[in-house]
């Protein structure tokens, strides 16, 4: 299928990624998921040929191309399987508030670094007591001279046990009314005194992806490393999640694709009472709902990357098709693990891995009952 937004250029690009996924990541998925990890090596090999951070300025490294590439990279990785979202994360997630709101030291100090491979980002909002309800967060920041004395927790950060730079937010004002003017932007580099690592989070499902928490007890973090201006984190997460919360409905709508994808090669070949199941009706019925679904996502999510692109106001449309494309592939993986009969649930089938993997993007980057406030919020309800 042809997307609005892209030209020839892309196509190639996407046609010499494949290319080197095909060498580089699906031979090893399995191992990566078995051993829950995904080799550093990896990262490197990606940013030496120019998949990490594309977008970025190229005196720091970067290809400076636009973001239809970045699109095109979190597709293929999402096909690979969806333990690689820690990829897209780290550059079209974290690194964005890096070139928004960073200085020019800063920009020089880390992106080149992040472009390579070399270092690995992470964005830390949510804590035990806090996830949907960011502006009650707990971690504060008290500057102290030429420091920052951080401390607090934060849990499922993706990212979290590899992180070299994690985006903390953070109350530098515990005080400010509304509780969001209070929060700001740290960035805490590996190896800042008073900076560990929990537990390495045991999930359901993608079990390659490194999730964690994070604990700060008297972090000392440089005063430099405050990203944009005090006070205004609230604000730079609220224009950031738009991008984060696209990748997501981008994420699901490719795995929704896969997976019928998966499921038709399997109902052509699997017979029962004399012959292949997707001669049943039923069969033909469910494939023909999900096939459905998935055409109506697709135009939805081209138009809306495409209006993304061009700078325009996503805030609704992003949140719609976050929940709806997430809310399609949990129902696909349902039925697509359905269609494949008692194989379905066995690990050799990939369906049992999107399976697994898949109900959490209803979860993160803003539930998809935070998204539905969002709608009706902005339908003036
Ligand atoms: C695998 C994974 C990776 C993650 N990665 C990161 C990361 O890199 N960085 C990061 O900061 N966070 C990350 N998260 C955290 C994620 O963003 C939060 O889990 C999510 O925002 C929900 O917060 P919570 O878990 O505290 O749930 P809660 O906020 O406690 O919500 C529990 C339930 O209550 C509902 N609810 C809450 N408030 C309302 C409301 N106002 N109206 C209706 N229903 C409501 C929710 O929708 C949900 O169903 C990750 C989570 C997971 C599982």
Redesign the pocket.
Known sequence: MQHLFLQEEHEIFRKALRKFLEKEAYPYYQKWEEEREIPRDFWRKMGSQGYLCPGVEEKYGGSEVDWGFSVIINEELEKVGSGLVGIG?HSDIVIPYITSYGTEEQKQRWLPKCVSGEMIT?????EPG????LASIETTAKLDGDVYVLNGQ?T????GIHADLIIVACKTDVNASPKHKGISLLVVERGTPGFSRGRKLN?VG?HC?D?AELIFEDCLVPKENLLGEEGKGFLYLMEKLQQERLLVAIAAQAASEKMLELTLNYIKSREAFGKPISKFQNTQFKVAEMATDIEMGRTFLDQLIHEHMQGEDVVTKVSMAKWKLTENARKIATECLQLHGGYGYMEEYEIARRYRDTP?AS????????MK?IIAKNLGL
């Open positions: 994360l992470a964005i830390a909002m949510t806090a996830g949907s309800d934060k499922f950060i993706t990212n999930k993608m992806q999730t959490v979860i993160y980057a803003g539930t998809n009952e935070i406030s």
